[in-house]
């Protein structure tokens, strides 16, 4: 039983070895413009990117055009990776690189629909009220978002929303820890002071 403890360790740190063997071969055939390669990152990380776009834009549209953007750049993209990160982290930085244009769209996109929902329509008696609260809370939420810097609010989205590390974030967004942190506490600053404004 001793023995069986004692390769444990070992077994799962030949594990991770594998995993990262397998990550470095993907990096080396995208580098080299293996076509069949983006696929495979595109099967192993769309889901992460898609995600996170969707976190940063609060608009499931931008989102599917921001990852479906990451990845037609990739094949370009990929020649400045050094591997100082994971190839998910790389993909993020790219996500964040190209967020400025989806970010202002989807803000007019939800501006839009706001608008829309505020033309008189026959009550919905079967909508609870709390519902209705928990709506305009998370659309004060996105409005006070789409009101951040794109740098804090790219750094509130990964650091609050996907609880990423100050030190992922900063490799994330190529900066130091202290300025990830001072953009956190700008960006929360303000959201709190967007949010006490809104309430009436």
């Given at each position: 039983?001793?023995t069986?403890?004692?390769?444990?360790?070992?077994?799962?740190s030949?594990?991770?070895?594998?995993?990262?063997?397998?990550?470095?071969?993907?990096?080396?055939?995208?580098?080299?413009?293996?076509?069949?390669?983006?696929?495979e990152?595109?099967?192993?990380?769309?889901?992460?990117?898609?995600?996170?776009a969707r976190?940063?834009?609060?608009?499931?549209?931008?989102a599917e055009?921001?990852?479906?953007?990451?990845?037609v750049?990739?094949?370009?993209?990929?020649?400045?990776f050094?591997g100082?990160?994971?190839?998910?982290?790389?993909?993020?930085a790219?996500?964040?690189?190209?967020?400025?244009?989806?970010?202002?769209?989807?803000?007019?996109?939800?501006?839009?629909?706001?608008?829309?929902?505020?033309?008189?329509?026959?009550?919905?008696?079967?909508?609870?009220?709390?519902?209705?609260?928990?709506?305009?809370?998370?659309?004060?939420?996105?409005?006070?978002?789409?009101?951040?810097?794109?740098?804090?609010r790219?750094?509130?989205?990964?650091c609050?929303?996907?609880?990423?590390?100050?030190?992922?974030?900063?490799?994330?967004?190529?900066?130091p820890?202290?300025?990830?942190?001072?953009?956190?506490?700008?960006?929360?600053?303000?959201?709190?002071?967007?949010?006490?404004?809104?309430?009436?």
């Amino acid at each position: 039983m001793r023995t069986v403890a004692l390769l444990v360790p070992f077994l799962f740190s030949r594990g991770a070895e594998r995993g990262q063997d397998v990550e470095d071969t993907l990096v080396e055939r995208l580098q080299r413009g293996d076509a069949a390669a983006i696929g495979e990152a595109y099967d192993q990380h769309y889901g992460a990117v898609r995600g996170f776009a969707r976190r940063l834009t609060g608009d499931d549209a931008a989102a599917e055009d921001l990852a479906h953007d990451v990845f037609v750049s990739l094949p370009q993209a990929i020649q400045r990776f050094r591997g100082g990160s994971s190839l998910k982290t790389f993909l993020i930085a790219i996500a964040v690189n190209h967020a400025r244009h989806h970010v202002r769209a989807a803000a007019r996109r939800r501006a839009a629909m706001e608008r829309l929902a505020l033309e008189p329509e026959e009550a919905d008696a079967s909508s609870p009220e709390r519902e209705a609260g928990r709506a305009d809370l998370a659309q004060a939420l996105n409005r006070a978002l789409d009101a951040l810097p794109d740098a804090q609010r790219a750094t509130f989205v990964l650091c609050e929303v996907e609880e990423r590390s100050s030190r992922e974030v900063a490799e994330i967004l190529g900066v130091p820890e202290a300025t990830v942190r001072t953009r956190l506490f700008h960006a929360k600053q303000k959201l709190r002071t967007l949010l006490e404004e809104r309430t009436p």
